[in-house]
């Protein structure tokens, strides 16, 4: 019978790319929170009365397009911080699994 489903064996190098898609998902979500935030500065500092752009940006902001833009930075800060702490994780589990790699008990155990 053939075999359906091949075992794969992960290295402890390979850590999913956790490490580039934190830094990824922060800075993005950084970046929508800072224009969240240059959404609310113009509101305040804009009045109804402008004209041009700023009357442009003024209606932006008094629409739901920051609300939205806020809740994307939500959920992408969110995602990078559970990115972090599976790297971090993934660091451990490396460091642990080097260790027995080098350890000469372990192998002490497997000759016996």
Request: negative net charge; hydrophobic residues 55%.
């Amino acid at each position: 019978m053939v075999e359906m489903f091949k075992k794969r064996y992960f290295s402890t190098q390979h850590d999913f790319k956790t490490g580039i898609l934190c830094k990824i998902t922060l800075f993005f979500g950084f970046l929508f929170l800072a224009i969240y935030l240059f959404f609310i500065v113009i509101s305040l500092l804009v009045g109804i009365e402008s004209i041009g752009v700023l009357k442009q940006l003024y209606d932006i902001s008094q629409s739901t397009v920051p609300v939205s833009i806020v809740s994307l930075a939500i959920i992408l800060i969110f995602f990078g911080i559970m990115f972090y702490l599976f790297s971090c994780q993934l660091a451990k589990l490396k460091k642990i699994a080097d260790e027995i790699e080098n350890s000469e008990e372990f192998f002490d155990d497997q000759i016996d």
